[in-house]
């Protein structure tokens, strides 16, 4: 069953920056790269690493699309659907989000 979970106001994630929630269990790693609403969600879980780390990773933009660098190994994962850039075979989960009433709401 899939449900809209809601994780952290917009206001606590800076433009530029990701931060780490806890969603139904699983670590989820927020992006909000511009001061709008518009708000990515990716697992947390870099899977070259195994590490939970990618919300501390540098948001940047690549040929019209945006992807952030993983701290450890620098891969890159597009923050509209995981895909990893250097390696397709561990690209990563990515959730559809919705912000209501300035706050940031997961599917899951």
Same mark, same amino acid.
């Given at each position: 069953?899939? !449900?809209?979970?809601?994780? +952290?106001? #917009?206001? !606590?994630?800076?433009?530029? +920056? $990701?931060? +780490?929630?806890?969603? $139904?269990?699983? !670590?989820?790693?927020?992006?909000?790269?511009?001061?709008? =609403?518009? #708000?990515?969600?990716?697992?947390?879980?870099?899977?070259?690493? !195994?590490?939970?780390?990618? *919300?501390?990773? #540098?948001? $940047? =933009?690549?040929?019209?699309?945006l992807w952030v @660098? *993983?701290?450890?190994?620098?891969?890159?994962?597009?923050? %509209?659907?995981?895909? +990893?850039? =250097?390696?397709? %075979?561990? *690209?990563?989960? @990515?959730?559809?989000?919705?912000?209501?009433?300035?706050?940031?709401?997961?599917h899951l």
């Amino acid at each position: 069953m899939s !449900q809209w979970l809601t994780l +952290c106001s #917009i206001d !606590q994630i800076l433009p530029g +920056c $990701g931060v +780490c929630a806890l969603a $139904g269990g699983q !670590q989820v790693a927020l992006f909000r790269p511009y001061a709008d =609403e518009q #708000i990515f969600a990716l697992s947390n879980i870099d899977p070259f690493a !195994q590490a939970s780390v990618l *919300s501390r990773g #540098i948001i $940047g =933009e690549h040929q019209g699309e945006l992807w952030v @660098a *993983s701290p450890l190994k620098k891969q890159h994962f597009r923050l %509209t659907d995981g895909l +990893c850039m =250097e390696d397709d %075979t561990h *690209s990563i989960a @990515a959730f559809e989000t919705r912000i209501k009433d300035g706050n940031v709401h997961i599917h899951l």
